[in-house]
């Protein structure tokens, strides 16, 4: 019965040394086993074990076991295993009051717990149940003293039919729930977070809960821990203000930081979550030295009046967490569209408010509407003096077509992922208004995977005639190019050196945008960049637009 009852708390044959004493056994766990689940399984295989045996047996061969908890160092003579850790075991076995009390009792199992060894390992793990113990004083041979007492396996009496019977608690008996946070390290986590701070506490907190509940406004850090402190753990069981807690420390550094990263590794320790939070750190994507936000705007047109459309707005809280919220979805007038794309930037900068991060703006449109001067577009206008998006923000053209077509979308990865480190962009960007290119059908020109940029001469048509000849916007799309740039009103060679200015220098394709941004600040007058229309799609950042009305994750404002 003892081993199969140690077997199921951790500790297997191989582990344990059992030195039977003829009416007990003094059992040798290995250091390797971890002491925190033995005392939290222990209890209730040694009771269901015991209940096994005792269902079998007459009322006179039934029983109830004592069972002495110690750890320490200990050392083999010719005498057998001796030791200071092995006598006071033996001395807290024999205390009286434990005796007594488990013989006048309907438990079977009798632990005690030395005062070393509830300190250490059972008040520091709320799965071992340490409110369910209790101290008692111990006066055994030379040992003066006390330990810690928990009564248990209740519901088993003696009987003719020597049937266990479980026993059902008292209806107005109260259940007794530890808290994750005792008091006791409430004051001290107080402490340490008071006056605290960090410019990504939003950010933080997303990602504690892996986005999965709405934020809102903390006034402090410690406002942030308390608030996540009542909010549960996930599939892996680590609650999320712990991992709050280990995050906030690898974003301040410094001597708090350490105590934080140590109380958060104790704590861990308890829950037995060491394997899960691994995962969690293998996964992990460090905070980036410049993150940014992004802010997605998708517009789909009605598919009746194309003078009307359906707004419905992404919007991101942690750089490093995709799929971000959906923040609502609209129907309105398409020449309503700045207007309304307005107050939903208002919205999202007041969530933004405390993190000290930079931001971008994609707008997903579909083709019709792709000539839309989205560059030009301002912001605040309640305030009476609205201000240019680009001052604040780099802008992103998205296709919507693409991003709704699954089956384009391997293609649009590769490419994507080909140029994202790929410092030399001109020389794979398809230059498409030249005569060679011509005389070849598009579809056939852009199948080559090494171009992911491609220069149209003209600006697509809202609605393509398929009788017209190989559409260059569509068989970008289709082969996956990320980038295409046209311009309503430049030659060939004015386009060509736009985007030889573009893409000149270092960096990737993803920095696309920014230096679209800043070629456009820089302009003076009627430059030719002012009117530079730059379409670029990263499948890294995708959401499924397809039927936001009906979409659960928002309703109709």
Known sequence: MLRTALTAAGAGLDDCVIDDRGDGALILVSPSVSKSELADKLPDRLAAEIRRYN?????????????????????????????????????????????????????????????????????????????????????????????????????????????????????????????????????????????????????????????????????????AFLYLADVNAGPDGIPPAVEFLELLALDIGGENADDLTAWVAQKIHNLRRAAEQQERHEIRSPIPAEPRLHLMIVIELDAIDDSRCVLSWWRQDDPL??????????????????????????EAEGVWSEQAISVALEFVVPRPLLQ????????????????????????????????RSAHWHRLWRMRWDSAVDDYTLLQRIHPYGSAETKENPIDAVLSESTWVGLVMDEPPSAHPDPTAGPDALTAALRAGVPLVVWHPRASAEDLRELVGRLVAGDGGISELPDR?????????GDELVRDLVVLLDDPHRQIDPGGPLSSSSGGLK
């Open 55 to 223: 269902a079998t047996r007459v009322v006179a061969a039934q029983f109830k076991l004592r069972v002495g908890l110690h750890a320490g160092d200990i050392r083999k003579n010719e005498h057998g295993w001796v030791g200071h850790a092995v006598n006071l075991a033996f001395r807290i076995l024999d205390a009286e009051e434990a005796k007594a009390e488990l013989i006048g009792s309907e438990q079977l199992v009798a632990l005690i717990a030395s005062s070393h060894f509830y300190e250490e390992v059972i008040k520091q793990d709320p799965g071992s149940a340490p409110e369910s113990y209790r101290r008692i004083g111990v006066s055994a041979k030379s040992f003066e003293g006390h330990a810690w007492l928990r009564l248990h396996g209740g519901g088993w009496v003696p009987s003719a039919s020597t049937q266990a019977l479980a026993a059902a608690p008292a209806p107005d008996e109260d259940v007794v729930v530890r808290a994750l946070f005792p008091d006791d390290e409430l004051k001290v986590l107080q402490g340490l977070l008071s006056g605290m701070e960090t410019t990504r506490l939003p950010m933080i907190v997303s990602r504690a809960t892996r986005s999965a509940i709405p934020l809102r406004r903390f006034h402090s850090v410690w406002d």
């Open 321 to 346: 967490e995709w799929n971000p919220l959906c923040g609502g979805v609209c129907e309105l007038a398409v020449d309503e569209l700045e207007q309304r794309i307005d107050d939903v930037i208002i």
């Open 372 to 403: 839309m001067p989205i560059m030009g577009w301002r912001k605040e206008y309640r305030s009476g003096y609205p201000r240019p998006l680009l001052y604040d923000y780099p802008l992103a053209l998205r296709s919507l077509e693409r991003m």
């Open 516 to 524: 679209h941004r800043a070629a456009h600040l820089a302009a003076t």
